[in-house]
């Protein structure tokens, strides 16, 4: 505008153009993002506060410990640093017990995942108050102890048991569950089917089922548009599910404790176990790091993985 | 007459209490382009849902090409749909959208990637055979939907208000597109809209439909010239609708005395509605009425609003016969009429349509 009466050969200055209402409607712009910017910080802040201090910190120092040594005593000298910790990881008998914990907690998805689909589907097929009820339904046992619960399963699976009073009755002979990886795989598969439903409703209480008919219409029988279509397209829900049932079924502790018994060690009480009784933090530190990083690479591979689907 | 393509005999859909189709007969010929009309709520995509198989007739007959298919799933039916906003895939790109359709009909690949290919070029989006939906506008997604029913070659094409989610310039383009399209390809469209003015530009036959029933059936001009009821004449268009008796000699006496010579079959004494469209009407001033051809009928009212729309002015004329509202084309050397003049308005009787009340 101002440009036109400068001359040539002098780069004409922005200049804010006359009357200084403008001027003060761009201070009034600034200002306003700078207040909003502070608003959304101070919003943020007892969120981010209790998370730095209650969790970022301790897992520094879990970090920290990791690398830490253990006296004869038992006590944790923050001294002489080393990875001794970490090449213990290598040991067979740790190994061996990552290696159980990382099936059972996949037994435990798949299954979850199995038996939740169709539920799921079921669910949010439904009409909107039949939908709410048998979402209530599915909250229900989150109304009782979790440790209740699993101890019941422990009354369930014991060898007075019905199921195996059940089992001899008809002459199938005793069944021995309980204290099998198998009692914890159904104690976790009980514990954390919700997680798996939740998710999976919500993708596909989401779904567009006009995509459903346009497959049926293009010659795709039921099955196939289900494959084609409503898989791939819920598949934000499995991935959720499948990684809220996965991490907590990993680094599981009470379900293994009190239906796995002394055989059925998994990392859970693994580590609980190098705080107490073996009292070798850093190893236990150690093994909570592994722990964290599997379950955060399970979670940068959902990210991705969701991501590429949408 | 050619062969008939899609026949309902009798085709009525309930759902619960709600009659949402009444009893329809319809015959739609081979290589027509048929538009079923209609506002929402009156049965039109039902009906359409019904022929494409996502729908089960309650009861009655849907035969293609003579083959009954009432109820048989979608995916066996040689139909495909367009649907409302498209129902893209949005999890495949446009060529695996395209190909859906052949792929489940087991197609050689080879085969299929000709075709689909081909089906892009046809729609002019051979160059983003590898976008996903979402990267495409809201017309482009419009054709590749069309794309993907057109080329399995179905014997009817069904189109559920393809052009409703495109702005008004795109949507009159894609009109003439899909009309050209629909003329090369040959394959039988029926078309459901709630616009008007699409299924009069459009179709070869249309037919209105109100509350689950099928009120008309004809031609563009039939249906707009010659409405057989009060809805159609209303829905279709804007149109002037004067209350009249049949006297005894067959001519219509509307109120105020105003006696028009009309044709037709009505008994003596009916209440009858006559209809007449703002376009068809003639102003002149009430002292010019000399000027008026001596066949003509008239009656003589007051002007009221005069509002222009540009290609066109509106007056809003009283008479004791009622309210009628007349259409002047707007062309130079154009008369304009003042509130408050006395203006005879007179029209072609031919113009005048009768209906019963």
């Known amino acids: 505008m101002t440009s036109t009466l400068a001359p040539e050969d002098e780069a004409p200055e922005e200049r804010p153009p006359e009357g200084t209402e403008v001027i003060a409607h761009e201070g009034l712009e600034a200002r306003a993002a700078i207040a909003e910017r502070r608003r959304g910080f101070f919003l943020g802040l007892p969120a981010m506060v209790y998370l730095t201090l209650l969790f970022v910190f301790p897992f520094f120092i879990v970090g920290v410990y990791s690398f830490a040594t253990r006296s004869a005593t038992g006590s944790t000298r923050l001294s002489d640093w080393n990875i001794d910790s970490y090449v213990k990881l290598f040991d067979p008998l740790v190994v061996g017990i990552v290696w159980r914990s990382f099936w059972i907690a996949l037994l435990t998805t798949v299954i979850c995942l199995v038996v939740a689909y169709p539920f799921a589907y079921y669910i949010a097929t439904r009409s909107r108050a039949t939908r ?137 009480s693994y580590v609980v176990r190098q705080f107490q009784q073996a009292r070798n933090w850093p190893f236990g530190s150690a093994l909570s790091i592994v722990i964290m990083v599997i379950m955060l690479a399970a979670l940068v591979a959902r990210q991705r993985g969701g991501a590429k689907e949408l | ?208 439909m109100h509350d689950g029933s099928l009120l008309q059936v004809g031609t563009p001009e039939d249906i707009y010239e010659h409405p057989r009821s009060r809805f159609v004449a209303d829905f279709i268009g804007e149109i002037n609708l004067l209350d009249g008796t049949v006297g005894s000699d067959g001519t219509v006496v509307l109120k105020g005395g105003y006696v028009l010579p009309l044709d037709h079959q009505i008994g003596a004494g009916a209440a009858v509605n006559v209809a007449l469209r703002p376009e068809q009407l003639h102003l002149v001033l009430a002292d010019d009425s000399d000027l008026i051809p001596p066949n003509a009928s008239r009656l003589v009212g007051t002007v009221g609003r005069r509002v222009y729309f540009g290609e066109s002015y509106y007056y809003e004329v009283t008479s004791e016969a009622g309210a009628l509202d007349v259409r002047q084309e707007n062309r130079p050397g154009l008369t304009l009429f003042e509130p408050g003049q006395r203006v005879a308005v007179h029209w072609d009787p031919s113009a005048a349509a009768m209906l019963e009340e």
């Open chain 1, 132 to 268: 709410n009820v048998l979402l209530v339904f599915v909250m229900i046992p989150f109304w009782s102890n979790f440790l209740i619960r699993t101890y019941a399963w422990r009354f369930l699976l014991g060898s007075d048991g019905p199921i195996a009073q059940a089992s001899e009755a008809l002459g199938l002979g005793t069944i021995r569950v309980l204290f099998t990886p198998v009692a914890v795989a159904i104690g976790l598969i009980y514990g954390f089917l919700p997680f798996m439903i939740l998710p999976l409703y919500a993708a596909i209480e989401r779904m567009d089922w006009r995509l459903v008919e346009a497959a049926r219409d293009l010659y795709a029988d039921g099955w196939t548009a289900f494959r084609k279509v409503t898989l791939p397209l819920t598949k934000s829900g499995i991935l959720a599910g499948s990684l809220l049932v996965f991490v907590p079924s990993f680094g599981a502790y009470v379900t293994p404790e009190i239906l796995g018994g002394a055989k059925t060690v998994m990392l859970g």
């Open chain 2, 1 to 208: 007459m050619a062969e008939s393509a899609v026949q309902l005999t009798g085709v009525t859909k309930r759902f619960g209490d709600l009659v949402a189709v009444d009893n329809i007969d319809l015959d739609i010929s081979d290589g027509e382009f048929f538009s079923l009309l209609g506002p929402s709520g009156c049965g039109k995509t039902t009906t359409l849902r019904m022929i494409a198989g996502f729908e089960y007739p309650t009861s009655g007959s849907i035969k293609i090409h003579g083959r009954e298919v009432g109820l048989e799933p979608p995916d066996v039916r040689p139909v495909n749909t367009v649907f409302q906003s498209y129902a893209l895939f949005p999890h495949m790109n446009v060529r695996e959208n395209v190909g859906f359709g052949l792929l489940m009909k087991k197609v050689e690949s080879s085969e299929i990637a000709k075709r689909v290919e081909r089906a892009l070029d046809m729609v002019q989006l051979g160059r983003r055979a590898d976008a996903l939906p979402e990267q495409l506008s809201g017309g482009q997604q419009q054709r590749v939907a069309l794309a993907r029913a057109l080329v399995n070659e179905p014997e009817v094409l069904l189109l559920d208000e393809p052009l409703g989610a495109l702005d008004l310039k795109l949507r009159q383009a894609m009109q003439i597109e899909l009309k050209e399209l629909q003329e090369r390809v040959g394959i039988t469209f029926i078309y459901v809209t709630h616009d008007q003015e699409e299924a009069l530009t459009m179709s070869d036959r249309l037919g209105v």
